[in-house]
């Protein structure tokens, strides 16, 4: 099996479906990375209100969808 770099993406949605936020959308090398759900990456600030986000992680053809519940 060949470990090569691919477009990773991670992205956030609101319940209605709407992107809220690309945290990232870059070509990785396999491994394990770690990212929060507020960033200043690319000179943003995202600061999520309360309330319940889905995040989608692509990498290749794997894609997962999971949920967030943020309460303040």
């Known amino acids: 099996m060949f470990h090569i770099s691919q477009n990773v993406s991670l992205k956030v949605f609101d319940v209605l479906g709407k992107e809220v936020a690309v945290l990232v959308n ?3 090398e396999p491994g394990i990375y770690n ?3 507020r960033s200043a990456e690319g000179g943003r600030n995202y600061e999520f ?3 319940v986000y889905f995040y989608q992680l692509r990498a290749g ?3 997962q969808i999971q ?3 943020i309460l303040k």
Do not use: A, D, I
């Open 35 to 37: 990212y929060e759900f």
């Open 26 to 28: 870059e070509n990785k």
């Open 67 to 69: 949920k967030k519940v």
């Open 49 to 51: 209100s309360s309330g």
């Open 61 to 63: 053809e794997f894609m």
